[in-house]
């Protein structure tokens, strides 16, 4: 993403936070996952967001006082040994050269050199618990503060940095939709030759393995670990384990999205692996799709967080009740929640920089008015695991069919339409394999 957008989202942030304050965010940090490895570095969303800057042991701080805006970098130095293993760092210069910091100064020193920058600002931004090791030195820093402040008379209190982030990133730039066009993009072809990749025999891995061939082939990795569940695991939601075959008559619910130039995509499509729905397959699924269109026909402007929910909700319901899944009055049957024994999850989330992306669905105790540039997934789904009350050609049906929206001041824009998803074009897809 160009410089220019970061430039602008720090201009737009330090106006938000106002001159008294100042704004200190960490990098993430290089998380252990066992032995001598460590897992692939994905630096923190807030801290990209701002600042563009993809290196671990960095701390921003965003000074808005000082006259245009100050934007310090504290970084690691450069270090020809440990670039030798690890790979080029930016160090100081790099940092105000290629990274547009108005000055930067060695990560060792920032002891020093970070208290004298809070005086006199009575609030800090700061996301107290999103990384514990480094609350310990904001603590010290403003506590050696709190001393001295009994001379100088300048109380410090934390305020939570997610409240002006969280909003900011809600609405995303022009340049944000285009990079999210993207990974849907790539996520679409995944999914696509996931497809037509799948038959009785072949494994869950398999065709996980297809997913991330295509993610990689566009230079963009997983944004969540994929979910590939066959027959009955289509019914488990946050199946992970991926290591069933495939087999005759069995649905695959392929949940796999794409993380590309830190953006997150999220597609869900759930297809016969043997080429043709049974009819209560594709009654079911006939079901979903008409609710997840329902909800998408609700995600415009002026509506709330909640219609595309109420109108899935509806929708489910009333098919429902036709199947003789559910009995008794479907508003009353609303109103009991009897819906959730199938569909246990809600309709959608925000999506960003995170798949779950920040942003309150609630404002001021009401649902979250939606406006052009909001960006969220519509996912209804029906689940339906064996039981006494539910005839058995139903068993072990799952679906659910998943695509990312983006809110205009018109029709909803729905940035992964290009996917196959009615019964008939899902079908010649697995067929074409
Ligand atoms: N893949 C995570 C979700 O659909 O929310
Ligand atoms: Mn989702
Ligand atoms: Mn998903």
Not at 410 to 424: C, I, Q, S, Y
Request: with cysteine.
């Amino acid at each position: 993403m160009d410089r220019k957008e970061f430039a602008r989202r720090r201009r737009q942030f330090m106006r938000m936070i106002g001159k008294d304050a100042i704004a200190i965010l960490p990098a993430a940090p290089v998380r252990h996952r066992n032995g001598d490895i460590e897992y692939a570095y994905r630096q923190d969303s807030h801290f990209h967001y701002l600042c563009g800057f993809p290196e671990p042991e960095a701390v921003a701080v965003l000074v808005p006082g000082r006259p245009q805006g100050e934007y310090l970098l504290f970084v690691r130095e450069r270090d020809s040994l440990r670039e030798s293993w690890d790979g080029a760092r930016a160090g100081t210069e790099g940092a105000v050269e290629r990274y547009g910091a108005d000055d930067a100064f060695p990560i060792a020193d920032i002891d020093e050199i970070l208290p004298g920058l809070m005086e006199s600002r009575p609030q800090v931004y700061y996301s107290m618990g999103a990384h514990p090791d480094f609350d310990m030195h904001v603590r010290s820093w403003v506590n050696s503060l709190r001393v001295q402040g009994r001379q100088t008379g300048a109380p410090h209190e934390f305020v939570a940095l997610r409240h002006v982030l969280d909003d900011m990133r809600l609405y995303k730039s022009r340049a944000e939709q285009v990079t999210l066009r993207r990974a849907a993009q790539i996520t679409v072809g995944a999914h696509r030759r996931a497809m037509r990749f799948a038959r009785p025999g072949r494994m869950e891995y398999e065709v996980m393995a297809e997913v991330l061939h295509e993610f990689r082939s566009h230079n963009a990795d997983i944004s969540y670990y994929p979910i590939v569940g066959g027959g009955a695991n289509a019914c488990v939601m946050h199946y992970r384990d991926n290591n069933q075959p495939l087999c005759e008559g069995d649905l695959l619910l392929l949940d796999a999205g794409c993380e590309h130039d830190y953006y997150a995509s999220d597609i869900t499509r759930t297809f016969p692996v043997s080429g043709r729905f049974t009819p209560c397959q594709r009654a079911i699924y006939e079901l979903v799709l008409e609710a997840q269109l329902a909800a998408i026909d609700k995600v415009r402007s002026g509506n709330h967080w909640n219609h595309p929910h109420e109108a899935a909700v509806r929708v489910i319901t009333q098919g429902l009740v036709k199947l003789g899944l559910l009995k008794g009055k479907v508003t009353a049957l609303i109103k009991d929640q009897a819906y959730l024994q199938f569909f246990s999850h809600r309709t959608g989330h925000w999506l960003g920089l995170d798949v779950h992306d920040v942003g309150d669905y609630k404002v001021g105790g009401e649902w979250r008015v939606l406006e052009p540039g909001m960006v969220l997934t519509v996912e209804p789904g029906i689940y339906i695991r064996p039981s006494p009350r539910v005839p058995k050609e139903f068993w072990n049906i799952g679906v659910r069919i998943e695509d990312e929206v983006l809110v205009t001041g018109a029709e909803a824009d729905v940035l992964t339409g290009a996917l196959e998803k009615t019964p008939e074009a899902v079908e010649a897809l697995v067929q074409a394999a």
